[in-house]
């Protein structure tokens, strides 16, 4: 089954709000995890990436917090845009696969203004 | 700054039929990728690469091949093509190190098999 995943397919927010994209985890090895967005017709684009030697990494208007003790990952982003809607994965390294990574199913966040 | 260039964008081919899908990447990245993306789902990896000349099997390497020939390139072939491997795929690179480092995708070739 799926290593990674998310808690939501879909999340609705209003122009301005805060949004909260959940995710969790199986693999308690896992030592990186990182957000990506992806646009219709795109490839995914990195947006913060957190090691497990962290609790909270900041970017410019999203959050990352990592629970190790719950295996639970989420991404917040403030003030929402119309522009922030998109498709967002989660994903943590595979270890033993060298780099590669384990992708969630993935959360559709969309934007009303 | 041109990144991680899949060519082509699209293709349409019948079953049985063969093709290679081209990535290349301009960042000096040790580390290629073979991911492809159903509806709904995640990426899952195909095959990837630590360094020229080396390649490695993923999650789902079954009928498809691939060559790091040029340590900027990395091919994925289809020998046979069949309908369940219509789906869009992607190649993304990374730095050197040990997992840490973000990947870098390219936009993605959407491969119909009919």
């Known amino acids: 089954g799926e290593s990674v995943g998310l808690h939501l397919p879909t999340l609705s927010v209003q122009e301005g709000d805060n949004s909260i994209i959940n995710c969790a985890y199986s693999n308690s090895a896992s030592d990186y995890f990182i957000w990506y967005k992806q646009e219709s017709g795109k490839g995914p684009q990195f947006i913060i990436d957190i090691r497990s030697n962290m609790d909270k990494r900041q970017g410019q208007r999203v959050t990352v917090l990592l629970n190790k003790t719950v295996k639970h990952l989420s991404l917040q982003i403030a003030a929402t845009q119309p522009g922030d809607s998109a498709v967002y994965f989660c994903a943590e390294n595979m270890r033993q696969a060298g780099t590669a990574l384990i992708f969630g199913k993935g959360t559709t966040l969309s934007v009303s203004s | 700054n041109a990144g991680v260039t899949q060519t082509p964008k699209f293709r349409v081919l019948k079953t049985g039929q063969s093709m290679t899908l081209l990535c290349a990447q301009d960042m000096n990245h040790e580390y290629m990728y073979w991911y492809r993306q159903d509806p709904g789902m995640g990426l899952r990896l195909i095959h990837y690469?630590?360094?020229?000349?080396?390649?490695a099997k993923g999650e789902v390497p079954d009928g498809y091949n691939v060559s790091r020939l040029k340590k900027q390139n990395f091919l994925l072939g289809l020998e046979s093509a069949a309908p369940s491997q219509t789906s869009v795929y992607f190649c993304a690179s990374s730095t050197q190190g040990r997992g840490n480092q973000p990947q870098h995708f390219g936009d993605g070739t959407r491969l119909s098999i009919l």
């Open positions: 690469s630590v360094g020229e000349g080396t390649t």
